[in-house]
């Protein structure tokens, strides 16, 4: 599975825009890209995944290259309640056909009023 | 609809002792994997089970065992509790579909004297 690189930690005011770029160079041809954001003493969340070019939903966008050895996740106009830890996961199925979770340190973003 | 329901929610052990965590993963999924969580580390990838069977495994002892009941329950054993096992223990289900991502359950709280 690719090994996936991950600032530790950012800071950001309410209603900026922030971006967690994650860097995945040996990302395999069938690998997705997923983000999970964890608040403390929960368990993680699932935000988003994608494959390439852009993903958006109700509550973020992901941006992948071409060549897919990053990505970035966008979190627009945040709140204090997106105070967390960001993880950034890349793999897909083993060999067997399952998917195993490889987590990173993670970003910790901190939103300051 | 209950997303994933971990049982009990805190616990404390002595070590040597023996401990069974439980989950019950989200309506509808099917696969059940389960993590270890240190105080201020990304989460661990234990196990993995579908269809009542292993199907992936971590770099974790024998000392973690698991099980699948048919109606997609979980249970997570651990022998000979060290004090390097307190952590926050996660479990995570799936359904059909790699392209969609885990729900986490809260965790329980293991906290080995």
């Known amino acids: 599975l690719a090994k996936t690189t991950q600032p530790i930690s950012m800071d950001s005011y309410e209603g900026q825009e922030v971006n967690i770029t994650c860097s995945h160079n040996?990302?395999?041809?069938?690998?997705?890209i997923t983000w999970y954001q964890q608040f403390p003493s929960q368990g993680p969340r699932f935000i988003i995944q994608g494959y390439k070019t852009k993903v958006t939903n109700e509550v973020a966008s992901l941006f992948i290259p071409a060549d897919r050895k990053s990505s970035t996740l966008s979190l627009p106009r945040v709140s204090l309640s997106d105070t967390a830890v960001y993880y950034c996961?890349?793999?897909?199925?083993?060999?067997?056909?399952?998917?195993?979770?490889?987590f990173g340190t993670g970003t910790r973003l901190l939103v300051s009023p | 609809d209950a997303g994933v329901t971990q049982s009990p929610t805190h616990l404390i052990k002595t070590r040597g002792q023996q401990v069974t965590l439980r989950c019950s993963p989200k309506?509808?999924?099917?696969?059940v994997s389960w993590y270890q969580q240190a105080l201020g580390q990304g989460p661990q990838f234990i196990f993995q089970y579908y269809e009542e069977e292993e199907r992936q495994r971590g770099n974790f002892p024998d000392r973690f065992s698991g099980h699948q009941f048919p109606n997609y329950s979980s249970e997570l054993n651990v022998n000979a509790l060290l004090l390097g096992d307190s952590a926050l223990y996660l479990c995570a289900s799936r359904g059909q579909g790699i392209h969609y991502g885990y729900t986490f359950g809260s965790g329980t709280r293991l906290t080995v004297v």
């Open positions: 040996n990302i395999a041809t069938n690998d997705y």
């Open positions: 996961l890349v793999g897909v199925s083993e060999n067997t056909g399952f998917q195993k979770l490889v």
């Open positions: 309506s509808g999924h099917d696969t």
